[in-house]
């Protein structure tokens, strides 16, 4: 099966800083793409998707880029803040082999520390 | 306001005995699902419903089951044949079941063994 996976486990950073999260998807067939932000002892929160049809989208202190010639998504915090401590992971369009419907796939997450 | 609600937050398991964990939706969404998340790993699909009475396996549906009687609820059941049950349990929820759309999940269940 295809999955979704991280380059770096842990990503420290200093406060105001940015900073910059990757993920390298391996379906080239993937569509859609998510980032998510999980806060310990929490569910993982939605920040931002993107279609493939898109390279760039920007939301609030947050942009994801997305280069699908080499099958890579990236997540750009600005002036990162203490609140976002946090895992971080992508996730990418999915077809469920039981019923044959679609789902995402989640890669494994990056840990972004954030040093005062 | 409107989300996901799992209950309980922590939960303790005896041997040999089966638990169910609650999850809750107000989204009016028509999919559902359960993951389990262990350290270090991504979320691994238990089980997910398109619509009510109507449920499919994920990647690891062996030793759960679930229920879809109603839209808004969708409760897991960690039965005894799940012989590593200690993990973070999350339920997740949307529009329909696409891969065009996030999912969007409520704040967990930690499950653990006494």
């Known amino acids: 099966g295809e999955s979704v996976g991280l380059h770096l486990p842990t990503l420290s950073v200093q406060e105001g800083d940015n900073s910059i999260i990757n993920c390298a998807y391996s379906?080239?067939?993937?569509?859609?793409f998510i980032w998510y932000k999980q806060e310990s002892g929490k569910g993982p929160q939605f920040i931002i998707d993107?279609?493939?049809?898109?390279d760039k989208r920007q939301g609030q202190r947050v942009t994801v880029l997305l280069n699908k010639t080499v099958k890579h998504l990236s997540l750009q915090i600005a002036a990162t803040q203490p609140g976002d401590s946090a895992v971080y992971f992508c996730?990418?369009?999915?077809?469920?082999?039981?019923?044959?419907?679609?789902?995402?796939?989640f890669g494994k997450g990056t840990h972004l520390i954030i040093q005062p | 306001d409107g989300g996901i609600t799992q209950s309980p937050k922590y939960l303790f398991r005896k041997e040999g005995q089966n638990v169910t964990l609650s999850c809750e939706q107000n989204?009016?969404?028509?999919?559902m699902y359960w993951y389990r998340q262990d350290p270090g790993q991504g979320l691994r699909l238990i089980y997910y419903?398109?619509?009510?009475?109507?449920?499919q396996k994920g990647d690891i549906a062996e030793g759960y089951s679930v229920s879809r009687e109603k839209k808004e609820s969708f409760p897991l059941t960690v039965t005894s044949a799940q012989k590593n049950p200690t993990a973070f349990y999350l339920c997740?929820?949307?529009?329909?079941?696409?891969?065009?759309?996030?999912?969007?999940f409520g704040d967990g269940t930690r499950l653990s063994i006494l």
């Open positions: 997740a929820s949307s529009i329909w079941t696409g891969g065009d759309q996030p999912q969007h």
């Open positions: 379906n080239s067939a993937s569509d859609y």
């Open positions: 993107i279609r493939s049809n898109m």
């Open positions: 996730a990418e369009n999915y077809v469920y082999s039981g019923g044959g419907a679609d789902g995402l796939t």
């Open positions: 989204l009016n969404h028509d999919a």
């Open positions: 419903s398109q619509i009510v009475n109507d449920f």
